[in-house]
């Protein structure tokens, strides 16, 4: 496999080591945390995720390896823009967003993305959410940018690029119409391949520095990205290896014809000896060249896990502080009595002069609720969101939107429901216990899951897609409980089990 390391590193003029240049001396995209603004009013449809990603999965089912392009009905295109004769510069795929397409949430925009590379490139789905995390925050850093696109990009990707469309708004009403999606590809992209999507070209410092943004500094994706690097490392250096185990055998092969007299060959084999000769100097040359651009990205992704690691310390000395703070605010002044009141909901109110507050019942011994918002002075009700069975009196907000369990044609799922108008957003797959503890830690979500006929936890994004569920099955009715890097859970024989946050393991 040629240049399967060489690429990544060719076309990203940023090294990583330029993560340690001031913040100003870099773009001015770089101060810019990215935040999507989602549609906030009724919906007339409700998807489910399935229905969503079979948009993605539709389109990648129609992949082919030459240049191409592959389109749901014309409301949502990739163009495939390749051109193997042209060794500088990047192919890529273009994601297209007609006028009638009809995403209008950044979680939905992911999934279709991912939901493609899934299908098209053979991407476990963690790394097509992934990628397709990044992809989407790449094209909002670079929005409108196109001068940055002409310096890294082939001719055959930059001729479907326009400096009005190019990137991807962070406005959700501008996607229509108005988005030119761009994913870096290798080149000789094909399914299988871990770096088909460069990730090398993904982590521009504006990118990594938008993530270090956030309240969690965008730990566990930046974390994932690193894994998937070494990973990508891994396997060019066995390639590298099968490449010079069959070039040594190629080798002694050639020495071995050298060895006859050289009046016993014609000059039609003198002349194939020269350029077998000639071929196997080219060849070694191109591995030393992979070689130290393995070395070099070895190097990148160590310097990015010591960064890491010190935003992990960073993350957890806050959340340190912050409990210690809350225990503080919790304790009663002296001679006062202590009050024991139902901790509020986590969620924030956009409106200070109004709150949303759960009206809870109980039927036949099982008490679900409904999501209203009251005027804050008076506690009258002046909207109700239409889910009227939701489970555990639990929500919170992540990203903008309200998490909670809601009943969905009689299953418990989980749901992603608007803060504005309390209209549920998607509901996810899988079947979540009734009873289920609902909490959040480092961006994900956490709620027991169905499998079979089993229980487990999982950890979900806010977008509602599965990342990982335990190892262990557990009690439907566990308490979660998070501490450092662990979340602790009850399984089925009684027992308390610590588990790796990250992949849902026993330690």
Do not use: C
Not at 19 to 43: C, H
Not at 170 to 198: K, N, Q
Request: glycine residues 6%; without cysteine.
């Amino acid at each position: 496999m040629k240049r399967l390391i060489l690429v990544l590193l060719m076309w990203a003029p940023l090294s990583l080591a330029a993560l340690d240049v001031a913040r100003e001396e870099l773009s001015p995209y770089i101060d810019t945390t990215i935040e999507f603004q989602n549609y906030e009013g009724p919906r007339e449809v409700i998807q489910t995720l399935e229905e969503i990603r079979g948009i993605g999965a539709f389109i990648g089912a129609q992949f082919e390896p030459g240049p191409g392009t592959f389109s749901f009905f014309g409301r949502y295109t990739v163009i495939h823009a390749v051109d193997p004769t042209i060794d500088v510069g990047l192919d890529a795929d273009i994601m297209l967003l007609a006028e009638d397409a009809r995403v209008d949430h950044i979680n939905n925009l992911r999934a279709i993305l991912s939901a493609y590379l899934e299908t098209a490139y053979d991407y476990s789905p963690a790394d097509a959410r992934l990628l397709a995390e990044y992809v989407t925050i790449y094209n909002a850093v670079f929005r409108r940018n196109l001068e940055f696109f002409q310096g890294r990009y082939k001719s055959v990707v930059l001729e479907h690029l326009s400096e009005t469309n190019v990137g991807l708004s962070v406005v959700y009403s501008d996607w229509p119409g108005g988005t030119e999606m761009v994913i870096p590809l290798r080149d000789g992209a094909r399914p299988g391949l871990l770096d088909a999507v460069g990730p090398r070209e993904l982590l521009e410092p504006e990118v990594i520095a938008s993530l270090r943004d956030r309240p969690d500094m965008g730990i566990d994706s930046r974390r994932d990205m690193v894994d998937l690097l070494e990973r990508v490392i891994d396997e060019a250096a066995e390639e590298i290896e099968v490449e010079r185990e069959e070039l040594e055998a190629e080798e002694q092969a050639l020495a071995e014809r050298e060895r006859q007299r050289v009046d016993e060959l014609s000059p039609e084999e003198r002349e194939d000896i020269a350029a077998q000769r000639e071929d196997v100097e080219r060849r070694q040359a191109e591995i030393a060249e992979r070689e130290e651009a393995v070395e070099e990205l070895t190097e990148d992704v160590r310097r990015l896990r010591e960064e890491l690691a010190e935003d992990i310390e960073t993350v957890l000395d806050r959340e340190q502080e912050e409990a210690v703070a809350a225990v503080e605010d919790a304790e009663p002044e002296p001679d006062e009595p202590e009050e024991l009141e139902e901790p509020a909901p986590e969620a924030a109110t956009p409106d200070p002069a109004r709150t949303v507050f759960m009206v809870v019942r109980r039927e036949a011994g099982v008490v679900t609720g409904r999501l209203t918002r009251v005027i804050a002075a008076t506690g009258e009700e002046t909207d109700r969101s239409p889910l009227d069975r939701v489970y555990g009196r639990r929500f919170f907000e992540l990203e903008g939107n309200y998490i909670l369990i809601a009943d969905d044609a009689g299953t418990p799922r989980l749901a992603q429901v608007d803060t504005n108008s309390l209209e549920p957003i998607i509901f996810g797959d899988h079947e979540i216990a009734s009873g289920s503890m609902l909490a959040t830690s480092g961006g994900a979500v956490f709620a027991v899951m169905r499998e079979d006929s089993s229980w487990y936890l999982g950890r979900f994004t806010a977008g509602l897609e599965l990342l990982e569920r335990s190892s262990v099955a557990v009690d439907p009715d566990t308490y979660i409980h998070f501490s450092g890097p662990r979340v602790y859970v009850q399984a089925t024989d009684g027992s308390v089990r610590p588990l790796n946050q990250t992949n849902m393991t026993t330690e």
